[in-house]
């Protein structure tokens, strides 16, 4: 009974391997909010069209974006700070220094990018409709 208690046990611990993987999303923006906080304006920007690759490596708790315009070895990293029910998230929306802001919503697919500028005072942010992608070849 007890060599039976501890194959299950064993067992147990060689069945919960990490299910850590890549993916892949085609994302394309489809709204760009610009805040300036000298003048209090919001503008919004349904024309900002953009395509990003955006990787998310959940055994890394990374997610990596990739633009057209950008080469593929100064790609954005993000550290995935907490992962909930529905989103994972990397950064604080309320915007310390000059850092970003991102999360990624599991259901829908929305990707959010913050960022802000001090010349002048100014908060962006963009959002991204994802959608999973395969490597063509």
């Given amino acids: 009974m007890k060599k039976l208690f501890l194959y299950v046990v064993l067992g147990l611990f060689f069945c919960n ?8 999303f085609k994302c394309s923006s489809f ?4 805040y ?8 919004e920007n349904y024309d900002y069209k953009i395509m990003i690759h955006v990787q998310l490596d959940t055994s890394q708790k990374t997610i ?3 633009n057209d315009w950008v080469s593929e070895e ?3 990293i993000y550290k995935i700070d907490k ?3 529905n989103q994972y ?49």
């Fill in 83 to 85: 992962i909930t029910d």
């Fill in 89 to 137: 998230r990397s950064g604080d929306s309320l915007l310390k220094d000059s850092e970003k802001f991102l999360f990624l919503n599991r259901y829908t697919g929305v990707l959010v990018e913050k960022s802000k500028t001090y010349v002048p005072d100014t908060e962006w942010t963009y959002f991204y409709q994802c959608e999973p992608t395969k490597q063509l070849y």
């Fill in 17 to 24: 391997v990490g299910f850590a993987k890549v993916f892949d």
């Fill in 36 to 43: 300036v906080k000298e003048t209090y304006k919001r503008e």
């Fill in 74 to 76: 100064s790609h954005d």
């Fill in 64 to 66: 990596k974006s990739f």
């Fill in 31 to 34: 709204l760009e909010l610009k």
